[in-house]
């Protein structure tokens, strides 16, 4: 395979004013995002909603990524990242706020999404216009370790103040979607990336399609989306895996355990990627998928455990994996969809990849779910098929690298 020009460019620098106003901005609104989901769990069990109607929740955040992402990454591109990032957490706080004020909790946790999916192609796309080369990778380090943080401490957050008051969880998460805000304002106008030419939505699925089409093709940018959509598919099934099974295999049945169970799993992550950041590069990502395998065959051991203490480990395992695994991933997507069609493109067609695995893996959990399925049988089957599926990948990525 042909190198691309810039992948041997000299390094942009790592900090800058710009870089560390990123960061601040995505812990507040990675923070929010957290301990907003737990509020929310905890709002749907107050009002004795069914156990199906969680996996159902997210389905609202996640439709809100794969229905907008034809025009989110332009969106993104055609405008100061920064202040995308702004329209983006304005929108996640009007969610959160919802919440608080009786809104359908459905709408409302939609709304969130439709945030989220309008922030997320800018806050990774400007990593790769304030730095570049190997730093992006040490960047996104960063940037998963802010991230990581904010899901470690947001998880505690909302399981613990929604334990104390839903209402007040609630409305902490939107003061923070107003920390958020603010700290985009301190992010410096870089000049648009791709301006649109047509911003018509018919142009703009057109445009959308040729981009998917230009990532697809090429043997990097296709890897990097399909091992980012299995991680972050099977990722956020846990997460509602990790609500059922605390009960059955632990005996606990407050909002807290489930939380501070994700958050180790947060832990293992800032580990996992500060690893990745020191010791895998660009032209190194194959070193990233024995990870990934492991993350799967750790999650399939949950059927053995029946006590805290080994689960708070095992999480952590989980965790480090997926750090090691998604970092090195994320830099290769953005390096090369910068390159190609924009970054903000590559990430948008990246969310919709991940996003679309979410609302695959998440139905299939919810239809186990409702078929009765012990949850103590999902974990094994749903880990062993994550590392199968890995494999897989692995294998090809092989393959393309040999011919």
């Known amino acids: 395979m042909t190198p691309f020009p810039s992948a041997a460019a000299a390094p942009g620098p790592l900090w800058s ?90 709408l409302a946790y939609g709304l969130i999404g439709v945030g989220a999916a309008a922030y997320s192609p800018a806050k990774y796309g400007i990593l790769g216009e304030l730095t570049t080369g190997d730093n992006l990778v040490k960047a996104n380090g960063l940037m998963e370790a802010s991230t990581i943080a904010a899901i470690l401490a947001g998880a505690i957050a909302g399981g613990v103040l929604a334990d104390w008051s839903v209402g007040g969880a609630l409305l902490v998460c939107t003061g923070v979607y107003a920390l958020a805000a603010a700290a985009n304002l301190l992010i410096p106008r870089l000049p648009p990336a791709h301006p649109i030419a047509d911003a018509r939505p018919g142009a703009l699925l057109a445009d959308f399609l040729a981009a998917c089409r230009t990532i697809w093709q090429h043997p990097d940018t296709r890897f990097s989306i399909l091992g980012t959509s299995l991680f972050w598919g099977s990722g956020v099934t846990m997460r509602f895996l990790l609500v059922a099974w605390v009960p059955i295999a632990l005996g606990l049945h407050d909002n807290a355990t489930p939380a501070y169970l994700n958050a180790m799993v947060a832990l293992g992550i800032v580990l996992g990627a500060g690893l990745a950041g020191a010791l895998v590069r660009l032209e190194q990502v194959e070193r990233a998928l024995p990870a990934g395998v492991g993350i799967g065959l750790a999650v399939a051991l949950l059927a053995l455990v029946n006590a805290l203490v080994p689960a708070y ?91």
């Not at 709002?43 to 025009?71: G, H, T």
């Not at 409702?370 to 393959?399: E, H």
Request: aromatic share 10%; proline share 5%; charged share 10%.
């Open 17 to 106: 004013r710009g870089m560390a106003a990123v960061l601040f901005a995505q812990f507040f609104s990675a923070f929010g995002d957290n301990a907003v989901l737990f509020s929310a769990l905890a709002l749907l069990r107050a009002e004795a909603y069914p156990d199906w109607a969680a996996p159902l929740l997210q389905q609202f955040f996640v439709a809100a990524y794969i229905l907008l992402a034809p025009f989110a990454g332009p969106f993104a591109d055609s405008l100061p990242k920064g202040r995308v990032m702004l329209a983006g957490n304005g929108l996640k706080l009007a969610g959160a706020a919802g919440l608080t004020l009786g809104l359908n909790p459905f």
């Open 313 to 403: 480990a095992l999480l952590a395992v989980v965790g480090a994996c997926g750090g090691f695994f998604i970092v090195p991933l994320n830099a290769l997507l953005q390096e090369r969809g910068r390159e190609t069609v924009g970054a903000g493109h590559a990430i948008a067609i990246q969310n919709l990849g991940e996003n679309g695995a979410m609302l695959a893996m998440l139905g299939l959990y919810t239809v186990a779910l409702g078929a009765g399925t012990p949850v103590l049988w999902i974990a094994p089957l749903f880990g062993l098929g994550l590392s199968a599926a890995i494999a897989a990948l692995w294998i090809s990525r092989r393959r393309a690298r040999a011919h």
